[in-house]
């Protein structure tokens, strides 16, 4: 099946730095890709829709300047968390498609502690 | 995307069939069932899928009422693996990159 691999699982950074995080697509090519988080005993929430080659697409109330989704090739997406506060600690979670009627699969996640 | 309705919790004895109800009463005609689970700490896994058939693969299966207004996920013989948070989701595949809406879930233990 459809593998995406998401690069860290864990950081742990300080207050008003900056925080990339990798999604890849290992098996498949992704036009879009999706980027969630989640906070403890909540379920999952939509930030943004990562589109290849053009600008990504923020849920309401998701900043996009804190937030930058790069989508700069059809096997990578990255989230940067820029100039993170304690309240962006969370856990973020990317999946993407091989087609727009395949299943969506999920990377493993990335736990970012910001102190 | 419908919404829909799931329990918020569920036990089940190892060994036994494991059945997740869930509810999508206003489900249109073009969309789709899924389920996903989430053991803790982890990316959501995609179990399985369907439209208006009932569907099987190696995990589980997918049982559809006719009306489409309900979906019932049996995973045959639960093990302690099975224990986590299981998310039913409708999603229309008109277009591509359609995205997947979570609600709460259902959490089902699996017991010894």
């Known amino acids: 099946g459809a593998v995406v691999s998401q690069h860290p699982s864990w950081v742990i950074c300080k207050s008003g730095t900056s925080v990339k995080i990798e999604c890849r697509s290992l098996?498949?090519?992704?036009?879009?890709m999706f980027w969630y988080r989640q906070f403890p005993k909540q379920s999952l929430m939509l930030m943004a829709t990562?589109?290849?080659?053009?600008?990504?697409?923020?849920e309401q109330g998701v900043e996009k300047d804190k937030f930058l989704i790069n989508h700069a090739s059809l096997t990578l997406s990255t989230l940067t968390v820029t100039s993170a506060h304690p309240e962006d600690s969370s856990f973020y979670i990317c999946?993407?498609?091989?087609?727009?009627?395949?299943?969506?699969?999920f990377g493993n996640g990335t736990r970012l502690t910001v102190t | 995307d419908a919404k829909t309705t799931q329990p918020p919790s569920m036990d089940c004895a190892e060994g036994r069939a494991a059945n997740l109800p869930c509810n999508h009463s206003?489900?249109?005609?073009?969309?789709?069932v899924y389920w996903y689970r989430q053991i803790h700490s982890q990316g959501p896994q995609y179990i399985i899928h369907?439209?208006?058939n009932n569907e099987t693969n190696e995990m589980a299966s997918l049982i559809i009422t006719e009306d489409r207004k309900s979906s019932t996920l049996i995973l045959p013989h639960a093990t302690l693996r099975d224990t986590a948070v299981y998310y039913c989701?409708?999603?229309?595949?008109?277009?591509?990159?359609?995205?997947?809406?979570f609600g709460a879930g259902t959490i089902l233990r699996v017991k010894s």
């Open positions: 999946s993407g498609g091989s087609s727009y009627n395949s299943p969506l699969h």
């Open positions: 098996d498949f090519q992704a036009t879009t």
């Open positions: 990562s589109n290849e080659g053009s600008k990504a697409t923020y």
């Open positions: 206003t489900i249109s005609g073009n969309e789709y």
């Open positions: 369907g439209l208006k």
């Open positions: 989701i409708v999603r229309a595949i008109a277009e591509y990159g359609n995205k997947l809406v």
